[in-house]
Structure formats: C-alpha cells, structure tokens
C-alpha cells in the first residue's frame, strides 16, 4: 500500500501542466501534528512517498523523514530537483528520490522554467549530491503532446545519467491546471511506449494504456480468478493521498470526495468509511457503456477521476477508452 503525503501545497517552480492546479496556498504539514499521526496509526505495511507541492521546501523535511523511517516500510521524496542541500542535512539517508525531468535541457528549461530558470543544472547538482551519499533515484517523466517528439531525444541521452535506477515515463493527466488539448491519445501514448521499450537503454517503469491484447491474454489465462490489483489505480485499495492539513483522499484527482482527516481518525477507520467504500467498492453504473464491456472484470472502468472530471459523476468509465470514445462517436 502505498501513502502519499503533501508536505505542502507551496512549490518553487509554476508548471503550467501541474495537477495539483494552481497553488493559490501556502500551506505547511505542522510538525506536532505528523508526530500525533505516526502514534496513533500503524503504517508498517505502507511505503511513504513525501510529495507536494515542493516537499524540498519544507524546512522540517530531514526530520520528517527520520521519524518516518521507523513508522514506515521505505520513503521516497518526490521532488522537482530544484534543490539539493536538504540531502546533507538528513542524518538518515535510507530513503529514494525521484526527480521529475520532462524533456532534454532547453525543452526541461523551458516547460518548467519558462526559460528564465536553469532547472536542469539544478537536477544534475541533486543528482551529483544524491550520488555523492549512496542515494537512490529514479527519473519520473511526463509526457503530452508538446514534449512528445522532445522524449525520444532525452531517451537517447538517459543512460547518461550516473547509477539511474530506473526511468518512470507517464502520460500527462488532464487534472489541476493541464491542458485538455495537450494530452495524448491512447494510440500515440501506446506508440510511444513501444518505442521507448524498443530504444531505452535504461530500465523502465511504464504500461500501455487499454492494451487489450494483454487484457485478452490475461483474460484467458486466469478465466475463473481475475483479480487485476491495478485496476482503477488502485485508489483507496492500494493508495491513498494525505494533504498538508492531514485530509485524506483517494487520489489527487479526488479531492473533491475527502473521506477523513488524520486528526480525527486513525487510517483504518476512514478507510472503513462509508466514504472510503464509495472508492474501494467502486461499480460502473449500469448506463455506463463500461456495464456490459468484456474486460470489465480486469479494467472495473479505468480512471475513477477520469469519469469524474469529463462525466462530471462516478461511475460511467475512463473516456480515454478506445470503446468508450466508439460508442460515444468521440474523435481524439
Ligand atoms: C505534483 S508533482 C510534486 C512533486 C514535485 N514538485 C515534482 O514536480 O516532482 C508529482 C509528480 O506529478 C507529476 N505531474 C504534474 N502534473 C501532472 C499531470 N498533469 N499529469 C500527470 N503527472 C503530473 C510531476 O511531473 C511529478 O512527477
Ligand atoms: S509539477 Fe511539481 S514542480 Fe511543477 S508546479 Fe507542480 S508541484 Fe511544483
Ligand atoms: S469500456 Fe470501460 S471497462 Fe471496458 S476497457 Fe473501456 S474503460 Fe475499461
């Protein structure tokens, strides 16, 4: 199970693509609270990954991430790269990074600097300081339309990077503050997956999107015992987000449905909410044309927030699907 926790909603850098929208707070995790929640829950089979916002801006995040050691099975900072002087401050190096990195130098410069700001010497410095202590890292790419052709250069360049443990490659989502017009399609996310599995020479963590081929294959194999883990993302069942003031959420692109607050209940009981249930016992409707789709037992409707953003309600499936777009004669 994994738990994302926002140390803040702050960030030093203004992505137009962000999904956490506009930060129109500046709002900080307070310390003597995280204390009161590592008592009064067991998280020792949650990894923890630190996000925000900017967590690096926290002035706490050393320590943050020494008390969570022990509450937690691993840590992990996600992180911009903008900074890196908060990795010598931490007495407890036993945790892994991910910076995020969109494109090669000026592209990267570009989409999160507006050119102004050198992020991607910034990114080498982290990485030079994270290397420098043993540290792990990974690389998280997102990829839209305007930095599409951009990937297959960086992916060239990749295996340049010194000990990178891996390369996470996504598809931009069309939450917070993106541009509905600058998310791929199904076909050319799944073209581009092909192609980085055909020349990355780095190992990547990425998955087609409604591969029905596999979907077909997976299907077949286990005709009577189809349990797909990922389904949905995994919301509440598998993941869960916690914001600065210790709201929780099934996703990022929920949080229009908060199903408690760490301060007033422990993770268990909100996860047995009535709330939480809407999430972990989610069904298509039966006017959603997911109902009577083959691959409902294995896909149970995509995204949840993908239903939620573009139907405006629960439950009608995921119109990033080829079927779905079919039979509501949508053109991508
Ligand atoms: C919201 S950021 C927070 C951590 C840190 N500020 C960063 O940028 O890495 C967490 C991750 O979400 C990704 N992200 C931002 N906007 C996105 C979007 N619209 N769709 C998908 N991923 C997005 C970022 O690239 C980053 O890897
Ligand atoms: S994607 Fe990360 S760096 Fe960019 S604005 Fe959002 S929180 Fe900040
Ligand atoms: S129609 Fe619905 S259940 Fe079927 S693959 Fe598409 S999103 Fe999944």
């Known amino acids: 199970m994994q738990l994302y926790l926002l140390l803040n909603t702050d960030c030093n850098l203004n992505c137009n693509f962000c999904i956490r929208g506009k930060s129109l707070t500046h709002d ?4 003597n609270s995280l204390k009161y929640v590592l008592q009064t829950n067991d998280f020792s089979n949650y990894h923890l990954l630190i996000t925000g916002g900017e967590p690096t801006l926290h002035p706490n995040l050393p320590l943050i991430i020494s008390l969570c050691h022990t509450h937690f099975r691993g840590v992990s900072i996600n992180t911009n790269g903008m900074k890196s002087s908060w990795v010598e401050k931490c007495d407890n190096k036993h945790f892994h990074v991910q910076i995020s990195l969109d ?9 999160r600097g507006n050119g102004k700001i050198d992020v991607f010497s910034r990114i080498i410095n982290t990485i030079d300081m994270l290397n420098k202590h043993n540290i792990s890292y990974n690389i ?8 599409y052709e951009d990937i297959k250069i960086l992916c060239s360049q990749i295996s340049t990077l010194h000990n990178l443990k891996y390369w996470k490659v996504s598809p931009i989502l069309p939450f917070g503050c993106a541009d509905k017009s600058n998310v791929l399609s199904v076909i050319q996310w799944n073209n581009l997956v092909n192609y980085l599995l055909d020349n990355a020479e780095v190992r990547l963590s990425i998955k087609r999107l409604f591969d029905y081929d596999l979907l077909d294959r997976y299907m077949e194999r286990n005709p009577d015992n189809i349990s797909f883990p990922k389904s949905n993302c995994g919301n509440v069942k598998y993941k869960i987000y916690v914001y600065p003031d210790f709201s929780v959420y099934p996703c990022t692109c929920l949080t229009d449905f908060p199903i408690g607050n760490l301060l007033n209940d422990t993770l268990n009981q909100i996860l047995h909410s009535n709330e939480a249930k809407k999430f972990s016992d989610y069904r298509v409707k039966e006017n959603s044309p997911c109902f009577l789709c083959k691959y409902l037992p294995i896909c149970n409707g995509g995204c949840i927030g993908m239903s939620y953003h573009y139907f405006h309600e629960l439950g009608k499936g995921d119109y990033r699907c080829p079927l779905i777009q079919e039979k509501l004669h949508i053109i991508s």
């Not at 494109?103 to 989409?111: K, P």
């Open 140 to 147: 998280s790419t997102t990829v839209g339309k305007n930095n």
């Open 28 to 31: 900080y995790l307070d310390l």
């Open 103 to 111: 494109g090669t130098e000026h592209f990267h410069n570009q989409l």
